[in-house]
């Protein structure tokens, strides 16, 4: 597990070192930067790698495909691209020579879909990104994709913005390819499904773009083929744009060496910066959505006039003329500081006077400022934010008359936050040794309120920070593809200190495939398979090519049998047995069958009848040898005769009637 981790940090961290950055159309201070993959690694139904597709923020996703071996791999983009003469393309620029991944099927059937998931390592923005999935003509797509809550995205979340083909005649700047413009794949919102041309026929350059509108910490795409050997596209782009703005004092000259910083939707840091000498600053290069914030930190004995903080949005963009006017201090101040249990700033902390008549905010040292509090009896309160709590809220001060001295409230009586404690763990499957990331964690009171919710990241680790002291109860849904191995809840009590290894595990749910050939070694279709076992009894049928495959089966015994069409049987066998450990398996394969025409042996010839040797009759009268009467019957020659001439006498009426009817014929024909 250590050496899987470190490899993807460093994977991580080569990615944060290079990302392509080429010229967008969109305008002069927009850039679009393509994303940058680490090399695929792993081995046939079990790939990963990591893609980065924005710097700043820091945009990384980790990347699990069950995908088939062949063809799959990153691809440099020299040969095939998505040019500017695209409908992506015309907002993103060009993706020549830049990197995209190549990926299969799980296996080349109409059942074997591969599924390939992008697990973020913060939740994406919701503007200023997109994603582009190609070569889908001989196949489908399903689109799958949770947000932070754990909540699937609808099909307006995802964002879908058209389908085009890159390789059709008169697409400016396009690759040495030849498409149809008609040839796109078509968008069901109902079950978020990308399906290819109607023929399901092997062509090129079909693709669709995705602009999600939605944060996404998991994203999928379950990967069918419909016929062919299909091989899927898959690209990611984003836009960057600029903030700036100045800082004058109140007498509008500009304030140099001002600390800023911008945060990002997360409450991520983004950046930070200096004002120049001429009192200008300015954020290049950052991610094209909303919900950004820049913050001043005004130079010491000055405040900021008017807000302290700005929203940002680059969705459409750049950001220019976020300014801000710091002035200077007017006794009587009053300050003080809001520190951790450690002595440590706690920034972002409201503080009050009498209620919400006066407000300040902590700085990132913890020191709060009110610039001009009236003279009087006043009482100071702390509110604590998300995560921390304090047994000790309130301070009361006094503004005596006439006074222009500043009030500092001593480091003695500091307002100290107490950091809750955190709730962790990690969800993995005894099957493949890994954590399992997508699954959802809730976190409810004895009352059964949701107090949190989290989705496991790529380890399958997952936090719950800061969660006041009490009883939980930790419950977690399984993502798709795994079952519950254990139990799904736990109740813990919290404290002061941390829980760590509130650990829960799941199976891997299993497949099966193979094929119904005749003695010729041909492919049988439109055969029926029966499969029994856990969950009850299941039907399949044989493919065009004669193979059959399913998937999802929980751990357990199993049993297929094979039902020939009439005029055949199963050569050797028709029924297989296989099964699944209790911690789940994988896929089992070769489950095939040979049929054979049933085969009609003629009929025995009746065996001719024995010679009959004489028989002396009885003797009269002894019922035995030497009798008048045959053994057992009672019957005497007497009687015999009388039989043998009544069968003459019907032998004889039987004759004339078949002579009459002739006779009869022949008159009517007459």
């Not at 998931?117 to 919701?126: G, K």
């Not at 990104?129 to 099909?155: K, N, S, Y």
């Amino acid at each position: 597990m250590r050496a899987k981790r470190s490899s993807i940090v460093i994977g991580v961290l080569a990615l944060v070192a290079a990302v392509a950055v080429v010229a967008s159309p969109a305008s002069a201070a927009t850039t679009t930067q393509w994303a940058t993959w680490q090399p695929l690694t792993g081995t046939s139904g079990a790939y990963s790698t990591s893609v980065q597709i924005t710097p700043d923020p820091s945009m990384v996703a980790i990347v699990t495909s069950t995908s088939r071996s062949g063809q799959v791999g990153v691809i440099s983009g020299a040969s095939t691209w998505l040019s500017q003469g695209t409908p992506v393309g015309a907002k993103y620029g060009s993706s020549r020579d830049q990197p995209y991944l190549n990926l299969r099927p799980q296996a080349d059937t109409p059942t074997g879909s591969s599924t390939t998931t992008y697990s973020f390592l913060d939740p994406t923005p919701t503007a200023g990104w997109t994603f582009v999935l190609g070569d889908i003509d001989a196949d489908a797509v399903r689109i799958q994709a949770t947000g932070p809550d754990g909540q699937a995205l609808t099909a307006d979340e995802l964002g879908f913005r058209g389908g085009f083909n890159y390789c059709a005649p008169g697409v400016v700047g396009k690759p040495s390819c030849t498409g149809s413009a008609t040839d796109v794949p078509t968008w069901d919102d109902t079950t978020l499904t990308l399906t290819g041309n109607a023929g399901a026929v092997d062509t090129s350059g079909a693709a669709a773009w995705f602009e999600p509108s939605a944060p996404i910490t998991t994203l999928s795409f379950v990967f069918t083929r419909r016929s062919g050997l299909p091989v899927y596209q898959t690209w990611f782009a984003s836009l960057a744009r600029d903030v700036s703005g100045t800082v004058v004092d109140d007498a509008d000259a500009p304030q140099a060496d001002v600390d800023l910083i911008l945060t990002d939707a997360n409450g991520r840091v983004v950046a930070s910066t200096t004002t120049g000498a001429d009192g200008t600053y300015s954020f290049p290069g950052i991610q094209g959505s909303g919900g950004y914030t820049v913050r001043v930190s005004a130079p010491e004995g000055k405040i900021a006039e008017g807000p302290s903080t700005r929203p940002v949005d680059l969705s459409e963009t750049d950001a220019v003329g976020v300014d801000f006017v710091v002035r200077d201090i007017v006794p009587v101040a009053v300050s003080g500081r809001v520190v951790d249990e450690n002595g440590d700033g706690v920034g972002g902390v409201t503080v009050t006077i009498d209620g919400t008549e006066l407000t300040a905010i902590t700085g990132s040292d913890g020191r709060y400022l009110f610039d001009t509090v009236p003279v009087g009896d006043h009482l100071v309160r702390v509110t604590p934010p998300g995560g921390f709590s304090t047994a000790d809220d309130t301070r009361s001060i006094t503004v005596p008359d006439d006074s222009e001295d500043p009030i500092t409230i001593p480091p003695e009586e500091d307002f100290v936050l107490l950091t809750n404690a955190d709730l962790s763990g990690v969800v993995t499957s005894p099957a493949t040794g890994i954590g399992v990331s997508g699954a959802v964690v809730t976190v409810t009171d004895p009352d059964g309120n949701i107090v949190a919710t989290t989705v496991t990241r790529p380890l399958g680790e997952y936090t719950i920070p800061r969660l006041p002291p009490g009883d939980y109860t930790v419950t977690i849904t399984p993502p798709s593809g795994y079952a519950p191995l254990g139990p799904t809840s736990a109740t813990v009590e919290l404290g002061s200190e941390s829980l760590t290894d509130v650990n829960f595990e799941l199976a891997l749910l299993g497949s099966f495939s193979g094929t119904v050939r005749d003695a010729s070694g041909a492919p049988v279709a439109g055969v029926a398979l029966t499969l029994e076992g856990p969950g009850g009894t299941r039907q399949l049928v044989s493919a065009e090519d004669g193979s059959y495959s399913l998937g999802g089966l929980a751990p357990g015994d199993y049993v297929l049998t094979v039902v020939p069409p009439e005029g055949t049987q199963a050569v050797d066998f028709a029924r297989r047995s296989f099964g699944f450990l209790p911690q789940g398996g994988g896929t089992v394969i070769a489950q095939d069958f040979v049929l054979a025409a049933v085969v009609v042996e003629p009929s025995p010839s009746p065996d001719p009848d024995p010679p009959t040797t004489p028989v002396a009759p009885p003797a009269p009268g002894t019922g035995g040898a030497g009798t008048g009467t045959l053994p057992g019957t009672g019957l005497g020659p007497e009687t015999f005769a009388w039989a043998a001439g009544g069968a003459v006498v019907l032998l004889l009426g039987a004759t004339l009637l078949i002579v009459s009817r002739r006779r009869a014929r022949g008159r009517d024909e007459g």
